[in-house]
């Protein structure tokens, strides 16, 4: 038996198929993500015409059959483009950072409520700040989501034996493959050194509080997320990661 399905979705990821349709990738609300087949969609008359842009929030039917991997879609309509986004190749990158993410890392069909409110809120803050405030703002974002997926770099203690950490000199170890700062004892050879601001800062992103990451914070997280990334889920690399820097700061 088939149910039609109507439900709220960011379209995560688009892969061509045969000469004239698409299979997406969509984090929808009600069923985590989903991928669906879009027929005849590049045709010039298409009904989905626009609606399966990158990051776009839909309303989407499809038609829901038990033990399948790949759904039809049926209609897609576009709730928010997010606009002033796409006004600026920066903050497009931005976007599929987190789209790159999510689409990488999500397992297909499981609600993640969570992940789904932080892209929502991630999208609708993109479109409000000012482009030179991009990069934080998608790292804030980026960092976040490692709680979600249960990767969270742990910045209190030692992670390996809760000892205490040394505050005195200007740096604090923090050990890629332990996921976290670490004491002397604990030093191994996937240490990088972070300065005591960004720690601090760090932490208070962690704890949900007011922060802003400095120029050389930034510089610091850039450096070790993407090993983070790879080391902590199972070699994950974001393409879009890379090119953040490259964009301009207009139009
Ligand atoms: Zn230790």
């Known amino acids: 038996m088939a149910n039609i399905i109507k439900t709220e979705g960011f379209v995560l990821k688009t892969m061509l198929f045969k000469e004239s349709s698409l299979i997406a990738s969509i984090f929808t609300k009600k069923f985590g993500k989903i991928k669906v087949l879009a027929k005849g969609v590049r045709r010039p008359k298409s009904k989905f015409c626009g609606a399966l ?6 309303e989407i039917i499809f038609y829901k059959r038990e033990l399948k991997d790949l759904y039809t879609l049926s209609d897609a309509v576009v709730i928010d483009d997010f606009e002033e986004v796409r006004a600026y190749p920066k903050k497009v990158n931005a ?5 790159e993410f999510f689409e990488k890392t999500l397992p297909l069909e499981e609600i993640d409520s969570h992940a789904y409110t932080l892209l929502l809120n991630f999208l609708k803050e993109l479109q409000d700040i000012d482009v030179a405030a ?3 703002l998608t790292f804030y974002y980026l960092l976040k989501t490692l709680s ?3 990767v969270r770099p742990h910045f209190e203690n030692c992670v390996r034996c809760h000892g205490p950490i040394k505050y005195d000199n200007k740096n604090v170890d923090f050990s890629i493959g332990a996921g976290g700062v670490v004491c002397d004892s604990h030093f191994d050879d996937t240490v990088v050194f972070l300065s ?4 601090n800062t760090l932490r208070r992103i962690y704890k ?4 802003e990451m400095c ?3 930034i510089s610091e997280i850039e450096t ?3 090993d983070y990334l790879y080391y902590h889920l199972n070699n994950l690399v974001l393409n879009s990661l890379k090119h953040l820097s490259d964009y301009s700061d207009k139009k």
């Open 53 to 58: 842009e990158l990051f776009n929030l839909d």
């Open 95 to 99: 976007a599929m950072v987190l789209c």
């Open 134 to 136: 991009t990069k934080p």
């Open 148 to 150: 979600g997926a249960g």
């Open 196 to 199: 005591n601001k960004t720690v």
């Open 208 to 211: 949900d509080e007011d922060t």
């Open 215 to 217: 120029k050389d914070s």
């Open 224 to 226: 070790f997320i993407p």
